[in-house]
């Protein structure tokens, strides 16, 4: 019986470990996109289109809530690129004093929930979250701009 929850632990903690480097990684992709969307306002699918793989993968793993904010920041991030050019330095001020909210924070928050949960279990979602509205399909996405 110990041998059995000694394996389960260390396949939750596995299971956990994978999730944080996949949620890191989306963080170190869409970083450099903001910063991008504050510099420019001409949009280039390409540059986005790789976050969409990694996107795929929050499906497969994720919950429902950690699912939703990666969608919402991705959708977020389309919406910055239609704003005006602004330096980054005059944005990181206004950062510094909260006057822009950090675009990134609420996925990271799901992600830390997430983690905090005794066993996190594999979520299986519906069709009807997965063609969610709020996230951009990339053909949409090479419509833009």
Not at 50 to 69: A, F, K, M, N, Q
Not at 119 to 144: D, I, N, Q
Request: proline share 7%.
């Amino acid at each position: 019986m110990a041998h059995r929850l000694q394996a389960r632990s260390e396949r939750v903690s596995l299971d956990l470990a994978k999730r944080e480097e996949l949620y890191g990684e989306f963080i170190e992709q869409v970083t450099p996109l903001f910063v991008d969307s504050v510099e420019n306002t001409e949009f280039d699918p390409a540059k986005i289109l790789p976050l969409y793989s990694v996107l795929g993968r929050i499906r497969l793993v994720s919950t429902d809530e950690v699912l939703r904010e990666a969608e919402e920041v991705i959708a977020n991030l389309l919406k910055w690129y239609s704003n005006p050019v602004q330096k980054v330095r005059a944005v990181m001020e206004q950062a510094a004093v909260h006057e822009v909210v950090d675009p990134i924070q609420p996925f990271a928050q799901s992600c830390r929930r997430e983690a905090r949960r005794p066993f996190p279990t594999l979520v299986k979602h519906s069709e009807s979250s997965s063609g969610s509205a709020r996230s951009p399909s990339p053909s949409r996405l090479l419509s833009v701009g």
